[in-house]
């Protein structure tokens, strides 16, 4: 058995079967016909094991970022699984191309982008996303799922509903503008002041990337720091008829348009009201600075952190009637 702690960014310590890191696709062929049933992990940014697992974990390694068309406006550029996102996002600013920079300084790898739609400040990938390079597993087969196919939604993808376990996503393919063709999304309140701050008025690529890496970093943990995986719940999706019930008890919930006939409203202020920011219990909280936030301050057991998430849900349906769902990849429950 081999420890997972150094491929997580909760630092949880349970041990799996076997770690092959891949960089290859034959290499990666080779494995999925030796072993049918692997755990597939990019950056493990987006997981919570709970658990031991006899099962192997593919750590997909694949590198490479290529322009694969040229257009007047735009190119289309495809990136291997492997490639680590912001850095990505780093590559596409310095080349002048545009539409990922609200998503800067979202961690993991590219081949998790997909699979429950990253997205951040207005923008998320399905705005870019043209295709999904896959392997099917059982046959060893490579093709590309277009968009459409890919269904993706709020943090959800085909990949995490019907498709689960079937594929190994082995690039994604993007379309970036050009210089001169961009569309700045500073629709987000956070973005709009501080820019206001620095004076701008007309914001570049790189100033929009700035400031959300300057907002990123005051609320978000550095997982290098203090272990965690970003947000560990969903923002619920709730009835506008549920919502406005909810406001006649408690004005000041806040809400964002989903549908006409759905809103969201975000989990970090519900944890937050019910009195949880900050709290710890053992070795594991609540972040103090964003309570959607859960974070490891030394426990090596996942079980740990799903108590907690447990009695975070508990209070939230007590006191506001929502069920809470996680974002993060559970393993082993
Ligand atoms: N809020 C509180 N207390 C908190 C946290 C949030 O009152 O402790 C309130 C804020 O004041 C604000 C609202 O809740 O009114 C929303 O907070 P925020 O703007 O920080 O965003 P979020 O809804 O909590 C989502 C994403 C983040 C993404 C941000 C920015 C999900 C699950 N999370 O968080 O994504 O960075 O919006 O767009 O949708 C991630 O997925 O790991 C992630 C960090």
Not at 52 to 66: A, N
Not at 151 to 165: H, N, P, V
Not at 267 to 289: E, F, N, Q, Y
């Amino acid at each position: 058995m081999k420890s997972i702690r150094p491929y997580n960014t909760f630092k949880i310590d349970h041990q799996v079967s076997e770690i092959y890191v891949i960089e290859s696709i034959d290499q990666l062929r080779e494995l999925c016909k030796e072993h049918p049933n692997p755990i597939i992990i990019g950056g493990g940014s987006n997981v919570l094991f709970v658990q031991d697992v006899e099962r192997p974990v593919f750590i997909i390694d694949l590198k490479g970022i290529e322009v694969v068309h040229e257009g007047e406006t735009w190119n289309e550029v495809r990136i291997a699984a492997g490639e680590d996102w912001h850095e990505v996002v780093m590559w596409s600013i310095d080349q002048g191309l545009g539409g990922i920079e609200n998503l800067s300084l979202i961690p993991g790898k590219c081949g998790a982008a997909p699979m429950q739609n990253i997205g951040a400040y207005g923008t998320e990938l399905a705005d870019v996303l043209i295709n999904v390079g896959c392997m099917d597993k059982q046959i060893g087969a490579l093709f590309h799922m277009g968009k459409e196919a890919c269904k993706l939604g709020y943090r959800d993808s085909i990949f995490k509903q019907e498709a689960k376990d079937q594929y190994v996503i082995t690039s994604i393919t993007i379309r970036l503008t050009k210089e001169k063709h961009h569309n700045v999304n500073v629709s987000y309140g956070d973005i709009k002041s501080v820019l206001k701050q620095k004076g701008i008025t007309q914001p570049s690529i790189k100033d929009v990337s700035d400031a959300i890496i300057a907002i990123r970093s005051t609320k978000l943990p550095d997982p290098l720091e203090i272990p965690n995986a970003g947000s560990f719940f969903k923002n619920p999706i709730i009835s506008i008829e549920n919502y406005n019930q909810l406001k006649l008890d408690h004005p000041e919930l806040p809400s964002y348009p989903v549908t006409d006939t759905h809103c969201k409203v975000p989990a970090g202020w519900l944890i937050d009201r019910c009195g949880w920011k900050g709290v710890m219990i053992g070795d594991v909280g609540v972040h103090s600075k964003q309570a959607l936030v859960l974070v490891n301050h030394g426990s090596k057991n996942g079980q740990d952190i799903i108590n907690l998430s447990r009695q975070i849900q508990k209070k939230v349906a007590d006191i506001y009637n929502i069920d809470l769902v996680p974002e993060v990849n559970v393993i082993g429950s």
